[in-house]
T-cell receptor
Framework: GAVVSQHPSWVICKSGTSVKIECRSL??????MFWYRQFPKQSLMLMAT?????????EQGVEKDKFLINHASLTLSTLTVTSAHPEDSSFYIC??????????FGPGTRLTVL | QKEVEQDPGPLSVPEGAIVSLNCTYS??????FMWYRQYSRKGPELLMY????GNKEDGRFTAQVDKSSKYISLFIRDSQPSDSATYLC??????????????FGKGTLLTVNP
């Protein structure tokens, strides 16, 4: 149980385009999902908290107009990187919360912006 | 002082060794404690979680929490090459209403040599 999927697993795009990443909880409902960013050999950096049916809460320093988050259902949250640039290239990981005590992570999405 | 401190390693051990991974924390509000394993270019995988001080065992893994010292450990017995990964400690707690956010250590890179 507690499986979280992400799609796509790897995406390459041109600078200036937008990319959408999906995060799904496959066998449980998640009112809360989190989006993280991870650079090579570094720990997870929380970007935002996604709550079903309400606006996402962004961490300090994260541009909400650049990283659009939609949590339209109890099993799906999406992260759209708008007008992507090479500095946005990173590993994006989501997690979903089935209860108050832990998070289950997706496999991650590698974004490369050319 | 950072909320969670974790020695980044790298740590290299021979196959069959007992591995000890540790984190210290400063926030006494943390109520639950987790260890995640992350293979390269993959999402973190939950290994252990616990609420209380003491030991919790699952197969070759033992999680230890000492709330009085604000110190947690993960022990791996009979380590295998497949255990080679980055190990992240994580902690969470409730502050007023629901708060599912976790605070992560930087991760310790472990290599188990055949």
């Amino acid at each position: 149980g507690a499986v979280v999927s992400q799609h796509p697993s790897w995406v390459i795009c041109k600078s200036g385009t937008s990319v959408k990443i999906e995060c799904r909880s496959l066998d449980f409902q998640a009112t809360t999902m989190f989006w993280y960013r991870q650079f090579p050999k570094q720990s997870l950096m929380l970007m935002a908290t996604s709550n079903e049916g309400s606006k996402a809460t962004y961490e300090q320093g994260v541009e909400k107009d650049k990283f659009l988050i939609n949590h339209a259902s109890l099993t799906l949250s999406t992260l759209t990187v708008t007008s992507a640039h090479p500095e946005d290239s990173s590993f994006y990981i989501c997690s979903a919360v089935p209860g108050p005590d832990t998070q289950y992570f997706g496999p991650g999405t590698r974004l490369t912006v050319l | 002082q950072k909320e969670v401190e974790q020695d980044p390693g790298p740590l290299s051990v021979p196959e069959g060794a007992i591995v000890s991974l540790n984190c210290t924390y400063s926030n006494s509000a943390f109520q639950y404690f987790m260890w995640y394993r992350q293979y390269s270019r993959k999402g973190p995988e939950l290994l252990m979680y616990t609420y209380s001080s003491g030991n919790k065992e699952d197969g070759r893994f033992t999680a230890q929490v000492d709330k009085s010292s604000k110190y947690i450990s993960l022990f791996i017995r009979d380590s295998q090459p497949s255990d080679s990964a980055t190990y992240l400690c994580a902690m969470g707690g409730h502050s007023g209403g629901s708060n599912y956010k976790l605070t992560f250590g930087k991760g310790t890179l472990l290599t188990v040599n055949p």
